[in-house]
T-cell receptor, first 113, second 113 residues
Framework: QKEVEQDPGPLSVPEGAIVSLNCTYS??????FMWYRQYSRKGPELLMY????GNKEDGRFTAQVDKSSKYISLFIRDSQPSDSATYLC?????????????FGKGTLLTVNP | DGGITQSPKYLFRKEGQNVTLSCEQN?????MYWYRQDPGQGLRLIYY???????QKGDIAEGYSVSREKKESFPLTVTSAQKNPTAFYLC????????????FGAGTRLSVL
C-alpha cells in the first residue's frame, strides 16, 4: 500500500461548482498536512497548511483533516477558470529532524468557463 | 523579495555530458531539496540537505550528485550515468521552525539532445 493515495483525475467541472479533492494515507505518524497548487510548467505553490485534525478555511478554500479515517480533503467553492491546475497533497511527520514531505501524485483540475 | 531561484529555466544535455542545475534561496532556510517530476509520477525526491556540508540520498539518487557548501545554495549535477534525465526538476527549501512546509522554485526543464 502506498503511503499517500490521490486520485489523478482528470477532474473537469463548470465554473462556479464546488470542487472536492481528496487524499488517503496509511501512516498514522503524519501530523502536518499541506495542499499545493501547481500550474502547468511552474513550481508548486503552498495553498493550505493544517496541523493535526480539523478544518481550516482561507477564502474559497477549505482544508479538512480526518486523522481517524486517515483522509484529507480540499474544497474549492465558486470555482474559477484560474483554479485550473494540478493539486498535490503532502504530509510530514511531527517534529524531530525529518523534514521530508510525502506527496500524492496530484489531481489535474480543469474549471470550464 | 524572498524566494527560491532556479536556473536555467530550460537546459539541454548532450550524450555523455554532465550538467549542473542551480538553486539559490534567500529565505534563510536550513533544509533544501531536489525533486524530479515526470508526467503521472508525482514528485520524487533525489537528494536533500538539512545543514551545510551534509546531504542525504532520496529515493532516486542514482546518476545525480549535489553539494551544500553554502546555506543559500544547493546545486544538482545530472551526470552521464543518469540514462533518462529528461524531466522537470524542482528545488525546494524549508525552515526548522515550521515542520515540513516546503517552498518551491519555478523549476528547470531538462531535455536530452
Amino acid at each position: 500500500q502506498k503511503e499517500v493515495e490521490q486520485d489523478p483525475g482528470p477532474l473537469s467541472v463548470p465554473e462556479g461548482a464546488i470542487v472536492s479533492l481528496n487524499c488517503t494515507y496509511s501512516n498514522s505518524a503524519f501530523q502536518y498536512f499541506m495542499w499545493y497548487r501547481q500550474y502547468s510548467r511552474k513550481g508548486p505553490e503552498l495553498l493550505m497548511y493544517t496541523y493535526s485534525s480539523g478544518n481550516k478555511e482561507d477564502g474559497r478554500f477549505t482544508a479538512q483533516v480526518d486523522k481517524s479515517s486517515k483522509y484529507i480533503s480540499l474544497f474549492i467553492r465558486d470555482s474559477q477558470p484560474s483554479d485550473s491546475a494540478t493539486y498535490l497533497c503532502a504530509m510530514s511527520y511531527s517534529g524531530g529532524s525529518n523534514y521530508k514531505l510525502t506527496f500524492g501524485k496530484g489531481t489535474l483540475l480543469t474549471v470550464n468557463p | 523579495d524572498g524566494g527560491i531561484t532556479q536556473s536555467p529555466k530550460y537546459l539541454f544535455r548532450k550524450e555523455g555530458q554532465n550538467v549542473t542545475l542551480s538553486c539559490e534561496q534567500n529565505l534563510n532556510h536550513d533544509a533544501m531539496y531536489w525533486y524530479r517530476q515526470d508526467p503521472g509520477q508525482g514528485l520524487r525526491l533525489i537528494y536533500y540537505s538539512q545543514i551545510v556540508n551534509d546531504f542525504q540520498k532520496g529515493d532516486i539518487a542514482e546518476g545525480y550528485s549535489v553539494s551544500r557548501e553554502k546555506k543559500e545554495s544547493f546545486p544538482l549535477t545530472v551526470t552521464s550515468a543518469q540514462k533518462n534525465p529528461t524531466a522537470f526538476y524542482l528545488c525546494a527549501s524549508s525552515s526548522r521552525a515550521r515542520s515540513g512546509i516546503q517552498y518551491f522554485g519555478a523549476g528547470t526543464r531538462l531535455s536530452v539532445l
